[in-house]
């Protein structure tokens, strides 16, 4: 009767499991995020660079595509950076606060 009542999760194997899934579910969402990075890029900066579209690309539209790529993933990484700096900031704050 004393194991109806305990938490199933305790257990050591469903820790385990808990934390497989848990990493699983990071790696899917990393990728789609991937993903979506890559679609955006891709769809501002066509925008932008091929005015014409045809059966090839100019040699300007290419050099516009790779300067325009490099821009948003140079943006997006210094985004990125700050955005984990500044999590990282405030849970090292909130760690280090009293509790009320």
Do not use: H, W
Request: net charge positive; aromatic share 8%.
């Amino acid at each position: 009767m004393s194991d109806f009542f305990k938490n199933p999760l305790s257990n050591p194997d469903n820790t385990a499991r808990k934390q497989a899934l848990m990493e699983q579910v990071r790696n899917e969402l990393a990728q789609a995020n991937a993903q979506q990075l890559m679609n955006n890029m891709n769809e501002r900066c066509f925008k932008a660079c091929v005015t014409k579209p045809g059966d090839s690309l100019s040699s300007s539209e290419q050099t516009c595509l790779t300067r325009c790529m490099d821009r948003y993933m140079e943006a997006f990484n210094i985004v990125s950076r700050t955005y984990v700096s500044r999590l990282a900031k405030e849970r090292s704050e909130s760690d280090s606060a009293p509790f009320s």
